[in-house]
């Protein structure tokens, strides 16, 4: 039987105490709890513990300690339960403690996958480019069910959808140059996938883009491109060999027959 000999406030944290023991004559430091543990038992000086509650003791407040540091985690930002879970594990908490820390979480709805799912889905429709597909992805990447993921992205509407690819897709055809109009709309299409749109939203926006085609650019590109084209198979070919040539790779670049054809006969027709 040991008996608490004295209690000191830890420096560092003022809500920590140090237990001492002793077991005869000699003092020794026991060891260390939160203040809800020392109430709950109501330690103090002159208490007798027996070994098995010293243990019980331990191993509550190392559960505590547990308990402490999946609550800083989440005071950075709401985490998935699985994130929550990788979390312990890396810093190598008792394997114990985690199911019982991360329920008393979820019992507290400190850890709500739905509520965090949601959340997710509005913030990134709201900063970033991607689309629903690909935030579904990162969701069940994180650990959320695919049903959970599947009904947060309702909450990314089609008309945002549509917006964003529109704008974006706008941006994009502005800024390209020296490429046919058709090239630009399929890299368009490639990306927009590639960022988690669907092919309803991507087919509907770019079909906009398609009626604010500019001819005057359109030709600007192919003239660009198919200049680079006579002077790399002059060298090499003439007449009809050449035409040939140059029609073949302006076709490849996704420039219609009809420019291609007015581009060859003011070239090759002087």
Not at 140 to 157: D, Q, W
């Amino acid at each position: 039987m040991k008996e608490i000999t004295r209690i000191t406030t830890q420096k560092k944290r003022k809500d920590r105490y140090n237990i001492y023991i002793s077991d005869g004559d000699e003092e020794s430091y026991g060891f260390s709890v939160d203040e809800a543990i020392l109430v709950e038992y109501h330690l103090r000086k002159g208490l007798e513990l027996e070994q098995s509650l010293m243990e019980e003791l331990i191993e509550k407040d190392n559960l505590e300690k547990t308990y402490g540091l999946a609550i800083n985690f989440l005071s950075y930002r709401m985490r998935t339960i699985k994130e929550m879970k990788d979390y312990l594990i890396k810093k190598e908490v008792n394997p114990e403690h985690i199911p019982i820390v991360t329920e008393r979480l979820i019992k507290a709805k400190l850890l709500d996958d739905k509520l965090f799912s949601e959340m997710f889905v509005r913030t990134r429709m709201n900063t970033s480019s991607k689309g629903p597909l690909l935030i579904k992805k990162e969701l069940i990447e994180k650990g959320v069910a695919a049903t959970i993921a599947e009904e947060a992205i309702s909450e990314y509407p089609y008309e945002i959808q549509f917006e964003k690819v529109l704008h974006w897709a706008e941006k994009k055809v502005k800024t390209t140059k020296k490429e046919s109009f058709q090239n630009q709309i399929q890299k368009l299409q490639i990306t927009l996938l590639q960022k988690g749109f669907s092919q309803a939203v991507i087919s509907g926006a770019l079909s906009e883009i398609h009626e604010e085609k500019d001819d005057d650019a359109e030709w600007d590109a192919l003239t660009y491109q198919g200049d680079k084209l006579l002077r790399k198979h002059s060298a090499k070919h003439e007449g009809y060999a050449l035409k040939n040539k140059i029609k073949e790779g302006l076709y490849r670049k996704g420039f219609s027959i009809e420019v291609i054809n007015r581009y060859l006969d003011e070239r090759l027709e002087r």
